[in-house]
């Protein structure tokens, strides 16, 4: 059954202002919205200056705006202003929801806060016919996050809980799984025997950008890399699931978890850029990473001896999130004229973030009487090939008042992953530091036999990323 209501804890927020509101144009566009949104929050606004941030949100971020559908949109927002801790917030929340039989309650809002307001709802009734969506991180470490999931089971049953990473409504990471289990010319191919190291980076070339006291309590660990991360390393290594249930895929995706051998220290490379501890609500001492890279193995038949290589920053070279694929060399080089100059391996690169498409390297005959051989990318890119796609959020939103949890995050996964993390975060490693718009800390390049593959198009180029060489 789809809901018939959403409300938006935090809807004066940051989040609800970047990713949600223009996402609920999208879907009125679509026609997949028609349903009234009520806005939660403590700040003391308007219902005028409410809906008037929702425009500003809504025109910063769309071309084209059909002034019709916005208006209509703008109607159906209304906003309770409340204190999350005080009974009386859920009354007047309940009085806006009586006409309504199925909400869809969006907790966009610290973690801190879920297991408060989910009382709230209890207390009012309202969870008794609610979806309630949690955004990430959810917990902090594997500790928390048991308390968390015992805390709301309380209230909660697990089909009424869903979990959101916004990665898992990206179309370019489901596209992973089309690739790989939709042609036959790379399953066959995509196990140990062929492949010889996979590499996933997401890197930002912009800072912390206001958030200091947010995210020097958590830094990219346990921002990105728990979730957003092992969300792409899960669809790269999981075997096919016997149909694209929900269950299906969870099942398939806590097998790769269990399966990732316990991190060691010299797994593991924390950086922090130079400057972060003059950022605003930042400690003077803070020992919070802002980039991490981790070397981790799969013991399963598929990915047994594989390195996998993660790493993700703020402040580096470029904003982007991709995946490589590295394949062995042919078991006899024939085509090279010394072993110093043997041709680069096979490569599938995939852009998963802007511009979002698939590279493969491969190669080919260099011109002249000489056979010798050159690199050629064969490239594509998704939206030219395809049509544009749907943002994150409208997809996720649409789930969630569609009542399917395929695009969520089953708990047995999100414990697993803390559970892999949990070594290296009650044992933090050496924090090394970085330079602004380089790739990190030198000691990354530590971590991978032969280098990181340079992000972009052209194939197997290392970047130094020493302090003393930032690039």
Known sequence: MRADALVLFGGTGDLAKKKLFPALYEMEE????????????????????????????????????????????????????????????????????????LPVIYLAIAPDMFETICKGLARVGITQHARVVVEKPFGRDLTSALELD????KILPEDQIYRIDHYLGKESVEDLLVFRFANTLFEPVWNR??????????????????????????????DVLQN???????????????????KAMQDEKIKVLSAVRELQPED?????????????????????????????????????????????????????????????????????????????????RFRLGASDGVDISLQAKAPGARLVTDCVDLTVEFAAALGERKEAYERLLDAALEGDHFRFNRID?????????D?????????????????????????????????????????????????
């Open 228 to 246: 957003h991360m092992f969300q792409v390393l899960t669809m790269l290594a999981m075997e096919p699931p016997i149909d694209l249930t929900s």
């Open 193 to 222: 025997n062929y492949i010889a190291s996979v590499q996933i980076t997401m890197s930002e070339d912009f800072g912390i950008e206001g958030r200091g006291k947010f995210y020097d309590g958590v830094g990219a660990t346990r």
């Open 30 to 101: 679509a026609g997949e919205l028609e349903i009234p949104v009520i806005g939660v929050a403590s700040s003391k606004w308007t219902q005028e200056e409410f809906r008037a941030n929702a425009e500003r949100a809504i025109r910063d971020r769309i071309k084209n705006i059909d002034e019709v559908i916005l208006k209509r949109l703008l109607d159906e927002l209304y906003l309770v202003v409340g204190d999350y801790r005080s009974p009386e917030t859920f009354e007047l929340l309940r009085d806006q929801l009586s006409a309504f039989k």
């Open 268 to 348: 593991v490379v924390r950086g922090q850029y130079v400057g972060y501890l003059g950022e605003d609500g930042i400690a003077a001492d803070s020992d919070t990473e802002t980039f991490v890279a981790m070397r981790l193995f799969i013991d399963n038949w598929r990915w047994a001896g594989v390195p996998f290589y993660m790493r993700t920053g703020k402040k580096m070279a470029v904003t982007t999130l991709e995946a490589v694929i590295e394949f062995k060399q042919p078991p006899r080089i024939l085509f090279s004229e010394s072993e110093s100059s043997q041709p680069m391996p096979n490569i599938v």
């Open 413 to 421: 996964s999100v414990l697993q992953s803390w559970k892999v993390l």
């Open 423 to 471: 070594p290296i975060l009650k044992n933090p490693s050496k924090l090394h530091p970085y330079f602004a718009h380089s790739w990190g800390p030198s000691e990354a390049i530590e971590l991978v036999a032969g280098g990181w593959n340079l992000v972009g198009k052209v194939s197997h180029i290392h970047t130094q990323t020493s302090l003393g060489s930032a690039s």
């Open 150 to 153: 015992d805390s709301l089971k």
